[in-house]
C-alpha cells in the first residue's frame, strides 16, 4: 500500500507523461509468432484428474463435458493455426490422460500424443511442450496431490517420460504453466490446505530444477522455462516464491500478460472475481511486463508466452475493446519493447478457440469462436483477429505507420513505480 501511495504522490507531482505511441519498426524474420492451448481445457473426455472432481463437486460454475472437443479435431484445428501463419503451437501434455492408474501407461493416448507433435511439426510449426498445466491424474489427488511427498518423484517419472518421447522434435518447453496462479487455484478448490501452500511451492521449484536438469542433460541446447502470470504491481514479490528460485535454470523468461491497472482504472480487480471481460487490458502495460523481466532477469530472451482478451459470451466488451484491435496494440507494444532493445523472441495468442476457462465457458479468449454450450457441431467461427493474425505474420509485425487504437496510460502501474514515473519513451 506505501509503494502505492508513493507512486500515486509521485505521478501527481511529476505530471509523468504517458507512453508515446512512436513509429515501431517490424521484428526481425525469426520471430517466433504462436497460438497456445492448453489440454484439459480444450480436449474434453476428461480422464479422473483433481480437475474432473472440483467439477464433480460443484465447485465450478459449468461442467467442462467435451469442451472444444481438441482430442478429437486437433488435425482441423492444426491447420487453422498453420493457416494462421503461425510458426509455434503450445499444447499440454496430460498426464492424468497417459498414466490413468498408477505406473499403467494408456497407449491409445500416448498415440494421440505422438500424432499431435508429429501433426505440428508437419504443419510447419515448432511444438512449445507444457508439462503442466494445473491438472494431475485422480490417483495422485488420492494421495493428497502436492502435499504428499511421493507427487515429485511420480511427476518426475511422468515428465522424463514426455521428454524421452518428444525430444527429437526439439519443442520449445514449458514445465510448470503459471505455479502461483497453480498453488491459488490448489488451494481454493482444496487441492492443498493454505498450510500446504509453500510446501507446494518448494516442490514445484523442485521439480522445474530436476527437469530442467534432465532434459539439458538429453539435448544441451534445449530451451526450457517456466511462464508466470504478469500480475500488476505485486510480480516482483510474487517471484520470489518461485521465479527467482529458478534463475539459473531459465533458458528463457517466460511471461502471461493481460491485465493493467492506474490510479483512474482499477478494473483489474474483476480478473479475480473471473470477470475477465471488465478487467483492463491496456496493450501499453505488455511493454512495461517485458521491461520489468529484462531489468529483472538480465541477459534471459524474454518470450509472451499468453497473451489476449477475454469476453463474456463473445459479446462486446463493456470498454469497446475489439479483438483485432487489441491484438494489433499489442504487437505495436511488443514491436516498440524490441526496438528499445528489450530481448523479445515470441509472442503466443491466448487462445486459438476459446476453451474451457476453469470453471466456466463464459470468458471467450479464442481468435476462433466455439458455442460449447450451444452448439453441438463445435463449429470454429472466426473472429475479427483472425484476418490481423494472418496480416501480422504475413508482415512480421504491424507496419511503421500503425499507431494503436487506444491512448498510452497515464501513470502505469503494471509494473509499479517505474511503470509510472519512467514511461516508454
Known sequence: ?????????????????????????????????????SGFQSEGSSPDSNWTRYIADGKTDDAIGTSVDFRHRYRSDIALAANL??????????????????????????DYYDDLIESIVDAGMR????????????????????????????????????????LKYHPLWITINEPSAY????????????????????????????????????????????????????????DRLFLNRVRGQLDYVGLDYYYSISPTDPTAAYAAKNEFWKASIAADGIYYALRDMAQRFPGKPLYVVESGMATENGKPRPDGYRRAD??????????????????????????????????????????????????????????????????ITAANGVGPRYRPSRPSTICSLVAAPGSCLLPAP
Do not use: C
Not at 501527481?12 to 508515446?20: E, F, I, S, V
Not at 476453469?358 to 467461427?381: A, C, E, H, M
Open 183 to 238: 498453488v491459488l487455484k490448489e488451494v481454493q478448490h482444496g487441492g492443498i490446505s493454505q498450510r500446504s501452500s509453500m510446501l507446494m511451492f518448494d516442490r514445484l521449484v523442485s521439480a522445474h530444477q530436476e527437469i530442467y536438469r534432465y532434459i539439458h542433460w538429453k539435448e544441451p541446447g534445449a530451451q526450457v522455462s517456466s511462464n508466470v502470470a504478469y500480475i500488476p504491481t505485486v510480480e516482483p514479490a510474487l
Open 326 to 391: 487489441h491484438l494489433r496494440d499489442l504487437v505495436y507494444w511488443v514491436q516498440k519493447a524490441r526496438r528499445d532493445g528489450l530481448p523479445v523472441i515470441g509472442m503466443n495468442y491466448w487462445s486459438l478457440t476459446d476453451n474451457y476457462e476453469w470453471g466456466s465457458y463464459t470468458p471467450r479468449f479464442g481468435l476462433y469462436t466455439v458455442n460449447v454450450k450451444s452448439d453441438p457441431t463445435l463449429q470454429r467461427i472466426p473472429t475479427d483477429a483472425v484476418a490481423a493474425f494472418r496480416k
Open 127 to 166: 511444438p512449445m511442450i507444457t508439462l503442466d498445466h494445473w491438472v494431475y491424474p485422480g490417483w495422485i489427488a488420492d494421495r493428497g496431490g502436492w502435499a504428499d511427498a511421493g507427487t515429485l518423484d511420480a511427476w518426475l517419472r511422468n515428465s522424463k517420460l514426455v521428454v524421452d518421447r518428444y
Open 85 to 110: 501463419g503461425a510458426k509455434v503451437y503450445r499444447v499440454g501434455i496430460e498426464w492424468s490422460r497417459i498414466e490413468p492408474q498408477p505406473g499403467l501407461l494408456d497407449a491409445r493416448e500416448l
Open 1 to 37: 500500500m506505501f509503494v502505492l501511495v508513493a507512486v500515486l504522490l509521485a505521478a501527481m507531482t511529476l505530471g509523468a507523461p504517458p507512453a508515446q505511441a512512436k513509429p515501431s519498426a517490424g521484428l526481425p524474420s525469426g520471430f517466433l509468432w504462436g497460438v497456445a492451448s
